[in-house]
Every structure is written in structure tokens, then in C-alpha cells.
């Protein structure tokens, strides 16, 4: 695998550790504002892209603006997205700056209809009452959101942030335009492809989860294909692909299609707290889950993330399970 990636121009590594070079001065972005129909709360909206809170392609900044670097059809891109005063303010970068301020409404939920879900619990009404500025964003990328969910495969969350971490820090390319240090945008799937198999195990990934991603990202561009698809055909095509399952699908295309009815099935804790949240019963699960979620077909997923914001969930019956750490084998 030597000589197959060029050394990158914008950073090195001395003893061991990675020093930065500056940024030059990026040039002014390209600019649009948008105004929605209704109350709009950005850390809501966006928050489901962010992979942790080491995340190289999502930062959220002290002044409430957020950035994101995503791959888009035009190319990389750096999107910054402040909202004021009832209007929201995109600026772009890099080569996909138009198509990323094509996509904004609809990242921000412009496709999403609030107003379709009807609660029929106590605690969902007033859970919508008070976050009337959740929106379902819908990227319009499918592979941006499938990796990370293949990285997050029966393992911690602690584990697959930092697979998805190192991995787009090392094989990734800086975001354009004057982003926040240390952003980067993910690889292409060719670079995927030929990540070698010892880069995987020392991200903590192991064969099954690499395997799966390798699969996915030879047919990338089919995968791509199903961002214009109703999420069910969208999660119909992915689970094609061999070690995509319905957790994963649902996961991937909440995010890419904004999809309010993709609930996520086969999760380990969600049935506990939809099942405590919903019925008392912290043993819930998935069929038990789906029959309270029944009320609300059409938005169960809007009706999960509404417990999810509730706050009520289960106390914990057993500590917090320890990264594995495969790495270290």
C-alpha cells in the first residue's frame, strides 16, 4: 500500500505527533438567506449529523453558528449556518458551496411537515409544545450518513466516534474555505476502498464493519442514487448491500431523506426508553416499542426523538459497557 496516498500539503507529522500548518486567508463564500415558515432551532435540526463531540466534519462554535464539511456531488464543500432574527444565513466554500446552499432549506427541514404529527400522549404534547423548533433535516447524501451508522454497528458510541474520527482525520482532505482547525472532509469512496486492512484494526473497526463499508463503497454511486428515492425503496436498496440491516438503513436515511416514519429497530436501548417513556416498561422490546409507536405511523420516528427530548428515561441498571479496544490486540 506505500505510495498509494500522496502526502498531504497541509500538514506533517514530527515525533510522532501532527502539527498543523495555518490556513491561508480563504476567499469570501458564496451566501444565501432564508427565511422558514415557522420557528427553527439549529442545534435541534442539525445536531442528529454531528458524530461526537470530536466530530472533524461538524462544529458547533460559541457564537450558535454551525459549520459542517461534506462531500457533495460538485465536490467538498464547508457549509457555516448562523440563524438571527427569524432568517437563516448559509455560506459556503469549496468546489460543492452551490450545491450545499441549493440543499439549505431542505437541511433545515423545509421538507418536513411538523404539523402531521398528532400526540396522543401526555408527554409528547407537551414535549412538542416546548421544542417547536424541531425540524427533520434531510442532507440529500447517502454515503456521508451510512459510514458513520456501518462504523456504530454493535459497538459503543465512544468506539465508533473515534473509528470515524481518526479515520477522516487521516484519509480525509481539509475543508475548504476559513473553517474552524482541524475540519476535515470525508474520503472519497475510492479512498475508502483502499484503506489497508491493519488502518482499520487500529481504528478499533473490526473485519465484519470494514468488510460491510468496503462493500458499500464500491457501489457507492447506485447507493447515492437512492437519495431520490422515498426512504423505504432508500432503505430497501441499502439492505442489498450485504451487513446493512434495518437498523442501519433506518439510521442512515433519517438523516439523508429526513424520513419521519424510519423508526430504528434492533437498537439496544431506544426500546427501553420508548417502551419507559411511553408505557412504564423499561424492559420493552422492539415489538413492544413499535406497538406504543403505533399511533403515530407515518411519524414514529418524530415520535422517538420526541421521548429522546423528553428527558424521561430509565435510570441505569448496570454501568456503562467499556470500549473494547481491539486496537490493542
Not at 120 to 133: D, V
Not at 145 to 154: A, N, V, Y
Not at 250 to 264: I, K, L, N
Request: proline share 10%; net charge positive.
Amino acid at each position: 500500500m506505500a505510495g498509494r496516498f500522496a502526502p498531504r500539503p497541509t500538514r506533517t507529522t514530527v515525533r510522532g505527533g501532527e502539527t498543523v500548518v495555518p490556513r491561508q486567508a480563504a476567499a469570501p463564500g458564496k451566501v444565501r438567506v432564508w427565511v422558514p415558515d415557522g420557528p427553527l432551532e439549529l442545534g435541534l435540526v442539525l445536531g442528529p449529523l454531528r458524530r461526537g463531540p470530536g466530530d472533524p466534519t461538524f462544529r458547533t462554535m460559541p457564537d450558535g453558528s454551525v459549520w459542517r464539511a461534506s462531500r457533495t456531488p460538485a465536490g467538498p464543500g464547508t457549509l457555516r449556518v448562523t440563524a438571527r432574527g427569524g432568517a437563516v444565513r448559509g455560506e459556503a466554500w469549496g468546489p460543492g458551496a452551490e450545491w450545499l446552499l441549493d440543499q439549505l432549506p431542505r437541511l433545515l427541514g423545509a421538507d418536513d411537515d411538523p404539523s402531521a404529527f398528532v400526540p396522543r400522549h401526555r408527554l409528547l404534547a407537551f414535549t412538542a409544545h416546548r421544542r417547536p423548533g424541531l425540524r427533520l433535516t434531510r442532507t440529500g447524501l447517502v454515503m456521508e450518513s451510512l459510514i458513520p451508522s456501518i462504523l456504530e454497528q454493535k459497538v459503543t458510541t465512544l468506539e465508533a466516534y473515534h473509528a470515524w474520527r481518526l479515520l477522516v482525520r487521516k484519509y480525509g482532505e481539509p475543508a475548504p474555505g476559513p473553517a474552524p482547525g482541524r475540519m476535515y472532509v470525508m474520503p472519497t469512496a475510492r479512498t475508502w476502498a483502499m484503506i489497508p486492512s491493519w488502518e482499520w484494526h487500529l481504528a478499533g473497526v473490526d473485519d465484519k464493519r470494514a468488510s460491510t463499508i468496503l462493500r458499500a463503497v464500491r457501489v457507492a454511486a447506485r447507493l447515492e442514487e437512492a437519495a431520490g428515492m422515498e426512504p423505504a425503496a432508500a432503505q430497501e436498496r441499502l439492505e442489498v448491500v450485504s451487513g446493512i440491516g434495518p437498523w442501519t438503513s433506518a439510521e442512515t436515511v433519517q438523516r439523508s431523506h429526513g424520513a419521519p416514519d424510519a423508526v430504528t429497530v434492533g437498537d439496544l436501548h431506544l426500546p427501553g426508553i420508548v417502551g419507559f417513556a411511553l408505557g412504564g416498561d423499561r424492559y420493552a422490546d422492539d415489538s413492544v416499542m413499535l406497538r406504543l409507536l403505533e399511533p403515530y405511523a407515518g411519524q414514529r420516528h418524530r415520535a422517538a426523538r420526541l421521548v429522546l427530548l423528553s428527558g424521561r428515561v430509565p435510570g441505569r441498571r448496570a454501568p456503562r459497557m467499556a470500549p473494547r479496544g481491539i486496537e490493542r490486540l
